[in-house]
């Protein structure tokens, strides 16, 4: 059985900075694309990044580029998300994935991930 844990949110000032971890364990890690997704309350969704089985390739959406950096360390099977200059409205719950597809691809689609975690939450006050 696949499981993510992630771990790391908590209350941060606005303009601080955050990184998300997310260990998974259960199927071979290095094999599938990993996703982070955040939802508000009320909200819908929403990709926040993703990154290739290889770490080769990533992606993000267009309300974090250039304040968050997706990683993964495929020794420690665990993800990461780097999050900088952060702002209120990044207050959500944060999700992380795993892709449904070994060496898969549309890592920005919350359809291609099968398993996902329990959620952190992260808060920012501003």
Do not use: H
């Not at 990993?34 to 993703?50: I, Y």
């Amino acid at each position: 059985q696949v499981q993510l844990v992630e771990s790391g949110g908590r209350l941060v000032q606005a303009g601080g900075s955050l990184r998300l971890s997310c260990a998974a364990s259960g199927r071979t890690f290095s094999n599938y694309g990993m996703g982070w997704f955040r939802q508000a309350p009320g909200k819908e969704r929403e990709f926040v990044a993703a990154i290739s089985w290889s770490g080769l390739s990533t992606y993000y959406g267009d309300s974090v580029k250039g304040r968050f950096t997706i990683s993964r360390d495929n020794a420690k099977n665990t993800v990461y998300l780097q999050m900088n200059s952060l702002k209120p409205e990044d207050t959500a719950v944060y999700y992380c994935a795993s892709n449904q597809i070994a060496y898969g691809s549309g890592l920005t689609l919350p359809s291609m991930y099968n398993y996902w975690g329990q959620g952190t939450q992260v808060t920012v006050s501003s």
